[in-house]
Each structure stands twice: as structure tokens, then as C-alpha cells.
Nanobody
Framework: VQLVESGGGLVQAGGSLRLSCAAS????????MCWFRQAPGKEREFVAA????????YYADSVKGRFTLSRDNAKNTVYLQMNSLKPEHSAIYYC???????????????????WGQGTQVTVSS
């Protein structure tokens, strides 16, 4: 299974970016998909997760109302639309896929099976 993120970059505060994560080598629609991020000197943290059907994504409180997670099972791709970005959103963003993710563990990075290499997001003030 391979997950490849794209769409990161440098953006000014208040700007937008859309991250993509393309999956291959798996039955994409069977996996819960998730984004985590890690800033320098900080632990990796949950950003958002979406179930197999794409209904009712879950978000970290810090990104609710700013980020939107969606998936296209026909394209084996998950998208993270990030709006009104702030410098504190700067981090490496990682895509992850999990086959045993439920309501009680979707925030737990250790429970995800596959990870992408990450894409850097830098928000300048």
C-alpha cells in the first residue's frame, strides 16, 4: 500500500491550500482515512478523519470550521481543504489509512496501518 501526499507549500496567513492523498495497492474504500500533522518540536497530532463512505468527517477542535475533509473512492484519493490558514497550522501533514478504526480510536496514530511520506505546509504571517 502506498499513500502519496501532495499540495503542500508556502502560503500567507489567511490563505488556502488543498492537500491530496492518493492511495494505491489497496481497496481504498475499505479504509478510514485520516490526516495528522507534526510541527517542529511537537508531537504528531490528529487533524481530521473520514469513514469509508465519506459521511460525517471528524475534526480536531483546532481546525473545525477551517478545514474540510472529503474523499473520492473512485479516484482513491482523500482531500483536505484548508482555509483561513494561520502560522500555527504550519507543520508536516501526513495522510494515514486504517482498517480497524472506530469511534474510540480514530485519533490514535498508532492504530493506523499505512502512512504517507508527508507534505510540508508553511503559513507565513
Amino acid at each position: 500500500v502506498q499513500l502519496v501526499e501532495s499540495g503542500g507549500g508556502l502560503v500567507q496567513a489567511g490563505g488556502s491550500l488543498r492537500l491530496s492523498c492518493a492511495a494505491s495497492g489497496c481497496t481504498f474504500s475499505s479504509y478510514v482515512m485520516c490526516w495528522f500533522r507534526q510541527a517542529p518540536g511537537k508531537e504528531r497530532e490528529f487533524v481530521a478523519a473520514i469513514g469509508q463512505s465519506g459521511a460525517s468527517p471528524y475534526y480536531a477542535d483546532s481546525v473545525k470550521g477551517r478545514f474540510t475533509l472529503s474523499r473520492d473512492n473512485a479516484k482513491n484519493t482523500v482531500y483536505l481543504q484548508m482555509n483561513s490558514l494561520k502560522p500555527e497550522h504550519s507543520a508536516i501533514y501526513y495522510c494515514a489509512a486504517g482498517s480497524r478504526i472506530y469511534y474510540n480510536n480514530y485519533r490514535d496514530d498508532m492504530d493506523y496501518d499505512y502512512w504517507g511520506q508527508g507534505t510540508q505546509v508553511t503559513v507565513s504571517s
